[in-house]
C-alpha cells in the first residue's frame, strides 16, 4: 500500500479511501476492528497534541512515535490486526519525521477512519 504524505493531492480523499477499502475489505485475514483501530488512531492523537497542543519539543517526541511500530507489530502477532492496516501504520510511521509529516498522517488517519465507518456501516446494511 503506497501513499506518500508529502503529496497532498487526492491524499484525504480518493486515497484514503482506497486505503479504507484494502485495509477493510473482505477476505481470510481476520478483521481490524474499530477499537484496535481506534487505539492506534488514539495513540498517534495523543503524540499529535503533544507536538501541537503542548508544544514539546518533536525530537524528543519521534522516538514514541516510531515506536508505534513495535505496537502494530505486536497487534499483528497477535492476530488483533490485518496486514494491510499493519502496512498501512508502518508506511504512514516511517514518513513521519518532521512536525508536518505527523500533521499530515494524522489527517490521513482521520479520513481513513471516516471512510473506515461508512465501509462498515455499508457492511451491516445501515446505508
Do not use: C, W
Not at 479511501?17 to 481476520?30: L, M, R, S
Not at 509529516?101 to 465507518?117: C, M, N, P, S, T
Request: proline share 2%; net charge positive.
Amino acid at each position: 500500500m503506497n501513499f506518500d504524505l508529502k503529496n497532498l493531492n487526492g491524499l484525504f480523499d480518493t486515497t484514503a479511501e482506497n486505503i479504507a477499502k484494502e485495509i477493510f475489505g473482505g477476505g481470510k485475514e481476520p478483521d481490524t476492528s474499530k477499537t484496535q483501530v481506534r487505539n492506534f488512531y488514539e495513540k498517534l492523537l495523543e503524540y499529535h497534541e503533544m507536538v501541537f497542543i503542548e508544544a514539546k519539543n518533536f525530537s524528543d517526541i519521534l522516538p514514541l512515535i516510531k515506536m508505534l511500530n513495535s505496537k502494530v507489530a505486536y497487534a499483528k502477532g497477535r492476530k488483533k490486526i490485518r496486514d494491510k492496516f499493519a502496512e498501512f501504520m508502518k508506511n504512514g510511521v516511517t514518513q513521519i519525521n518532521s512536525k508536518e509529516d505527523l500533521d499530515r498522517f494524522k489527517l490521513l488517519f482521520e479520513a481513513v477512519l471516516g471512510f473506515f465507518v461508512g465501509i462498515e456501516g455499508e457492511r451491516k446494511g445501515k446505508n
